[in-house]
């Protein structure tokens, strides 16, 4: 099972750019890394004229496009998938950080700002830490949000194995 | 095992414009298909800014952006992934039709047109069918450019169970 962790916070907060710090702190240690975003409006990744745009409006429930060097696939769903479901799609990591799922059942980091006020999504429990420019009276460990090599270190305490590419 | 055809032909053929007219053939029976698409040259389809770009650049192996109407997966590549290691990805379809892919061991389908001279990229025991405007002194089933009733039969009689969604 490759662990899976949510990053959660307010509209606006930040959320975007904390994950590509983290990321970035992950691979700079070694880790393969998933990323799952969380789009509740709907998106476009296929441009309309485009042949797998054309074998998508013809029809198909999944279009695949391979190439020696990435893989994409866009596949039409009848109703919305859970964490898990998604996770079977990924492989080859060590670990799957999610943006957004702030009601999936996957641990979670908030990021949350002073100007963004006190109140927080999750409750203690959820969380595995928070991220904050500002102290919580809370018994969960907090990072500033920039600390980065603090936030790995927890995760590798807690969540991660050795790095498959190492 | 979901089955797999290759359809094949040389470039400019129009691969794409007949896999549109068969998908829609195979959607009109209630069959559920997915598409891959083989692509040499490498692809973009993700877009410079957006979120899901900015998760790349910041090093994840694979991205997931997950609607409820739709799932995209854009996976890096250390290699070029063969068909079966492809067809892992997709699920939920009746068969997993391809463009391109002449090397691979899927059965295939050529399509050919007069205009382009009368050979052919494939050896008879490859084909379960050729689609031409012109006919072949081969014993492989030939159907016209446009016989997606006849063609869609053949797959009936040869690969296909009962569709998933009747």
Redesign the interface.
Known sequence: MIPIISVVGKSGVGK?TF???L??E??RRGY????????????E???PGK??W??A?????????????????????D???GLSE?AA?????DII?T?GYKRGDAPKIEVSRREGGGELLCIPDELVALVSDQPFDLDVPQFGLDDMAGIVDLLEGRFLSEPRSR
């Open positions: 975007t994950l590509e710090k990321i970035a992950l691979k393969r890394v998933a990323t799952v975003k969380h789009d509740v409006h709907g998106f990744v296929d441009q042949d797998s054309r074998l409006q013809a029809g198909s429930d999944s279009v695949v496009i391979a190439s020696p060097r990435k893989l994409a696939l866009i596949k039409r769903l109703r919305e998938m998604i799609f990924v492989t080859d990591v950080l943006e």
